[in-house]
């Protein structure tokens, strides 16, 4: 090897290095062979030592070239970096190395260098069969002027962003928001849990269009209140299962059915599709790097748990039946945030909706191939995670997930502030705590009070932005009640919070945030326990949209995109980054797809060149948004481009570069289960009573702390949170709120009686 370089790589594979004459320049170059791959790659590197690798500056970019001849599409330039405080670690990579017989020359900038990094090594990694010969490496430390940001508005909104109530309500009590590939966005309210609604047959769903402010009401064909959903790699949103019957008191609790459909955004109907093999009221949906979407969990047709998997095929495009699909028999509860990892498995994060998590640590890492699921440790009270957040931060290249906030409906504690971090790139990954949410104030009924102690919140919503960075907003104290009145902007570069303005509606239960294309914030919903609905809407313009005017990206050449391409695209003034977004699909704090992709550059000018993953499991094909930032973290709008399935490999891209991530899991893995037919659920899985009231109505069976168990200090409870009128449902009278025994809860009798 050269002075200053070394030999690196993992996996199964017969390679050489040699030093050979054939040279870009003088008389020697450096090159690398894969004669057999079964996995893992080769590498030539840098040397990782004080005397050999570049000295960087955290907040730097840096210019990388090289000439290089290869004889596989399976080449990558591959960047590592030195934390002063954990050493080396792989950082990512940066540029997949087009075929090419003669020198060619390739050029590429770094993304932002992290805080607490020093030094930096790179090179060239093989990962297919042939050979890269390299030679004449440079690397120039990026000098372009970041002009002065300036405010445009008032210091306080420059600093903390704005929320803004739209003059228009929705016309729908939707609980699911769907980002098309227009921009647009699809608003599912199904009977929007009402009572009336489902009992007259009315369904509905609305497209809002952000550009003109106007909603279309969408005739809806069933029930999908608490469906699951996810876009297709077409840009079609597949929405799965829904409610089949409310619960009834002493009776039978929530169903699901099998029903599957498809929204077309381009007609906007909705067709349905072949049934599902099971009921799954509440179910996960994760799409793989093939197109496929695989589900979990729920409530089956006779209200028990459903430990049926499902998996919708993309060459077929319909549901699998039973037998094609991987079974482990478990039970994975409603909404389990199940997030695609690098390698094509799937985390389980620990979030999920009502009650306790998993048994054992509360999150896991499924591998659908060998159906083994293995135990990770480390998040902290797992069964206080209900209608927590989980997100993959940015950029998904760092396959770091932040899980923030939940609480329990069963025992119906205050919610919790805690966040715990997981590093999935560690050989062995264990969530870390970290940071708590910051604190807000809250209204018990008596109007806004700040909040103490450990309070936080469930019903969080956490939603990518495109300076990288992640906003979570909205929740609530208790089981639909006591909204939580806090916002802030979690930096995953320095791993803290900055508390922001706060939505100034309530926004717990059925409520939903997402991204925008224009870089904005939309809120909607809210459903407390007395059976209301909050159609108001709140948009929040972050911080970067104040700063001054927008970088513009002026033309994409091509909105068709295959992996490992390069796409060009030209600004109006200098970048400092571009990334594609997920558009949103989001539920019940749940949006398991949401994911923020790297675009390395290569920079001439105003032209810019987009290097694209070669990993379909890094950015599973679909419909993303573009951004364009620049040095001061404000982005441009959106553009839309289309990231088609792994059928359409860049032509000179034989396979991914997959890295050896979560390789040597200590946890305890689990092999599938016995065959069986589902998990029995209690009929008060959503923590409300309902021997009080309609459907809609949720009293809760745990009350929250404070309040004592006798009839008039549980009225009082009720009454301080607006629940009205309840009617006594049959002859029970589990809360003791009608010691009267008239049919009426918390009538005059009934709180003189003791």
């Known amino acids: 090897m050269p002075h200053c370089w070394e030999r690196s790589g993992w996996g199964d594979n017969d390679f050489t290095f040699a030093t050979v004459a054939d040279s870009h320049s003088g008389t020697k170059a450096m090159k690398v062979t894969l004669t057999r791959r079964a996995d893992g790659d080769r590498k030539a590197l840098i040397t990782e030592s004080a005397d050999c690798a570049p000295v960087v500056g955290a907040g730097k970019q840096y210019d990388l070239g090289l000439w290089y001849k290869t004889t596989t599409p399976d080449a990558a330039i591959t960047l590592f970096r030195h934390d002063t405080t954990a050493g080396w670690q792989y950082w990512t990579d940066l540029k997949t190395l087009d075929m090419a017989a003669d020198w060619t020359p390739a050029t590429v900038r770094t993304p932002a260098v992290p805080a607490g990094t020093d030094r930096i090594t790179w090179g060239i990694s093989v990962y297919g069969t042939g050979s890269a010969t390299t030679d004449d490496y440079t690397m120039e ?14 210091a306080k909104e420059c600093a903390d962003g704005r929320w803004t109530v739209l003059p228009t309500q929705n016309p729908v009590r939707s609980m699911h928001s769907v980002v098309l590939k227009n921009g647009k966005v699809l608003l599912i309210a199904g009977s929007g849990n009402s009572e009336e609604n489902f009992e007259a047959g009315t369904f509905t769903s609305a497209v809002y269009d952000p550009a003109n402010g106007t909603y279309k009401v969408i005739p809806t064909p069933k029930d999908m209140f608490c469906a699951g959903h996810v876009q297709l790699s077409d840009g079609r949103v597949l929405v799965m299962s829904g409610n089949k019957a409310f619960p009834v008191a002493g009776g039978h609790g929530y169903e699901g059915y099998k029903d599957s459909y498809v929204f077309d955004p381009d007609t906007e109907t909705y067709s349905r599709t072949n049934d599902m093999n099971d009921g799954h009221w509440y179910p996960s949906a994760t799409e793989l790097g093939n197109g496929d979407i695989i589900s979990f969990g729920g409530l089956r047709e006779d209200s028990t748990g459903s430990v049926t998997a499902e998996r919708w095929s993309a060459a077929e495009q319909r549901w699998l039946p039973l037998w094609q699909v991987n079974q482990t028999w478990s039970y994975w509860g409603l909404y389990p945030s199940m997030i695609l990892m690098q390698d094509g498995r799937l985390f389980y994060s620990g979030s999920h909706v009502f009650g306790n998590g998993t048994p054992g640590t509360g999150s896991a890492i499924y591998d659908y191939d060998a159906n083994t699921t293995t135990a990770v440790p480390g998040l902290r009270n797992k069964d206080e995670r209900d209608q927590s957040a989980s997100v993959l931060l940015p950029p ?3 396959q770091k997930v932040l899980t923030l906030g939940g609480g329990n409906i069963d025992s119906n504690p205050d919610a919790g502030r805690l966040t715990d971090i997981i590093d999935l790139k560690a050989a062995d990954p264990v969530y870390t705590a970290g940071p708590p949410i910051p604190q807000g104030t ?23 932005l495109p300076d990288g960075k992640v906003l979570e907003t909205g929740g609530g104290l208790h089981n639909r009640a006591d909204p939580v009145f806090e916002a802030s902007i979690f930096d995953p570069a320095t791993s803290a919070f900055d508390p922001v303005a706060a939505d100034p509606e309530a926004r717990g239960y059925h409520s939903s945030a997402f991204l925008l294309p224009d870089g904005r914030v939309m809120a909607t919903g809210d459903n407390p326990g007395n059976g209301t609905w909050n159609h108001n809407v709140s948009i929040y313009t972050p911080p970067y949209l104040l700063k001054g005017t927008r970088p513009t990206i002026t033309s994409v050449i091509d909105s068709e995109w295959v992996y490992g391409d390069t796409q060009r695209i030209t600004v109006d003034r200098p970048i400092a980054k571009a990334e594609l977004i997920r558009p949103a699909a989001v539920t019940h704090s749940s949006d398991p797809n949401q994911r923020f992709v790297d675009l390395p550059l290569s920079v001439d000018g105003d032209n810019v060149d987009l290097n694209v993953t070669s990993n379909p499991d890094l950015a599973p094909p679909g419909w993303y948004m573009l951004f364009a930032v620049d040095a001061n973290g404000v982005p441009s709008v959106a553009r839309w481009v289309h990231l088609q399935g792994p059928s359409a490999l860049a032509a000179d891209t034989a396979s991914a570069h997959v890295h050896s991530f979560a390789d040597s899991l200590e946890g305890k893995v689990a ?8 998990q029995k659920v209690g009929t008060v899985v ?5 021997h009080y009231g309609g459907v809609g109505v949720c009293v809760p069976t745990v009350f929250p702390d404070g309040v004592r168990r006798t009839t008039a200090s549980r009225c009082a409870w009720l009454k301080k949170n607006d629940y009205g009128r309840l009617k006594v449902n049959g002859k029970d009278d589990p809360l003791g709120l009608d010691p009267s025994r008239d049919g009426l809860a918390c009538g005059t009798r009934d709180l003189m009686k003791r």
């Open 141 to 154: 430390q990026v000098s372009e002027p970041v002009p002065p940001a300036q405010c445009t508005g008032t």
């Open 686 to 690: 959503s923590g409300c009573d309902r």
């Open 671 to 678: 092999e599938p289960g016995r065959k069986r037919s589902s």
């Open 396 to 398: 998904a290249q760092d």
């Open 442 to 464: 809250v209204d018990l009924g008596d109007g806004k009070v700040a909040q103490t102690g450990d309070q936080g919140k469930m019903y969080v919503s956490a939603v990518l």
